[in-house]
């Protein structure tokens, strides 16, 4: 604690208190100035040690008082506008017992639930950006995501794929919530593809239309579950064997379309599923060639 001042020694004589006291409550008073919190914590410290000594020491004036330091010498809170003897010997009482090691402990504790709160919030705002970007992918679902026939069990795994890292992305935020039912309605023409059911989005008008159910949170079996995932790379205007290297290299296969006018040196127009899309792996990926 540093000696008091003269000024603070002769308030001390006029008040009847021992000048140590005045003195201690400067050094308090700077100390919690100099605090890493936020300036409304502060004045509330200071409010709250005040009204614990029964000094009539509002907000208001904790705000003014704080507003002085670093105070050179605690009479000197007397001029403030409606601070008067009895607030400021209240306010020295107060801050005069205070133990200035205790306010340690008590900063780094506010200070680490701020970084928290801060982190928890920065974590919620990632976690919304991702479920958008997801439930944007969904949402395009039920548009043509291609144009050609798409095998069913692809469309099925593929859309399965997104949704459990969707359910992913809120398992590892901690957040304890999980996907309820989510249901995808596309729509194509029912056809065959190597004899199997299969839905073409070249068709202008698409009467047949699949709606497809899942449930993230709802412990299916773990066949339920998508294999392995790859994410789709960009094919388009590679001619055939590049397009075949690139999609083997992310462990995919590849199904060659030709359109009518297709030459021999022709490349890729279009592909299904699209770039940047998750899909299991050895999943086949249709390329048109034109």
């Known amino acids: 604690?540093?000696?008091?001042?003269?000024?603070?020694?002769?308030?001390?004589?006029?008040?009847?208190?021992?000048?140590?006291?005045?003195?201690?409550?400067?050094?308090?008073?700077?100390?919690?100035?100099?605090?890493?919190?936020?300036?409304?914590?502060?004045?509330?410290?200071?409010?709250?040690?005040?009204?614990g000594a029964g000094a009539d020491v509002g907000t208001v004036f904790a705000g003014a008082v704080l507003a002085l330091a670093p105070l050179a010498s605690f009479e000197r809170v007397l001029p403030l506008p409606g601070v008067g003897t009895l607030r400021a010997r209240g306010l020295a009482r107060?801050?005069?017992?205070?133990?200035l090691a205790a306010l340690a402990p008590q900063a780094g504790a506010l200070a680490d639930a701020q970084r928290r709160v801060a982190e928890l919030q920065a974590e919620v705002a990632s976690l919304k950006a991702e479920l958008n970007r997801v439930y944007a992918q969904l949402s395009d679902s039920?548009?043509?995501?291609?144009?050609?026939?798409?095998?069913?069990?692809?469309?099925?795994?593929?859309?399965?794929?997104?949704?459990?890292l969707a359910d992913q992305a809120l398992v590892q935020g901690r957040t304890g919530l999980r996907l309820g039912g989510v249901v995808v309605n596309v729509q194509g023409q029912a056809t065959q593809l190597e004899g199997e059911l299969a839905l073409d989005f070249t068709?202008?008008?698409?009467?047949?239309?699949?709606?497809?159910?899942?449930?993230?949170?709802?412990?299916?079996?773990?066949?339920?579950l998508p294999r392995e995932l790859r994410t789709v790379p960009d094919v388009t205007g590679y001619t055939e064997t590049l397009a075949r290297r690139?999609?083997?290299?992310?462990?995919?296969?590849?199904?060659?379309?030709?359109?009518?006018?297709?030459?021999?040196?022709?490349?890729?127009?279009?592909?299904?599923?699209?770039?940047?899309?998750?899909?299991?792996?050895?999943?086949?990926?249709?390329?048109?060639?034109?």
């Open 1 to 51: 604690m540093s000696e008091p001042t003269p000024g603070e020694q002769a308030q001390a004589s006029a008040w009847g208190v021992p000048a140590s006291q005045l003195a201690a409550a400067r050094d308090a008073l700077n100390r919690i100035a100099t605090l890493d919190w936020p300036l409304p914590d502060r004045v509330h410290l200071v409010a709250r040690l005040a009204k």
């Open 142 to 164: 039920e548009r043509p995501p291609a144009a050609a026939p798409m095998r069913v069990e692809d469309l099925t795994q593929s859309l399965l794929a997104q949704v459990h």
């Open 203 to 224: 068709v202008a008008k698409s009467p047949s239309q699949l709606s497809l159910r899942f449930d993230a949170a709802g412990g299916g079996s773990a066949a339920a």
């Open 246 to 290: 690139k999609l083997q290299a992310q462990g995919l296969d590849a199904q060659v379309l030709r359109s009518a006018v297709a030459g021999a040196g022709g490349v890729v127009r279009r592909q299904a599923p699209e770039a940047g899309m998750p899909v299991p792996d050895n999943a086949q990926v249709r390329v048109v060639i034109g």
């Open 94 to 99: 107060a801050l005069g017992s205070l133990d």
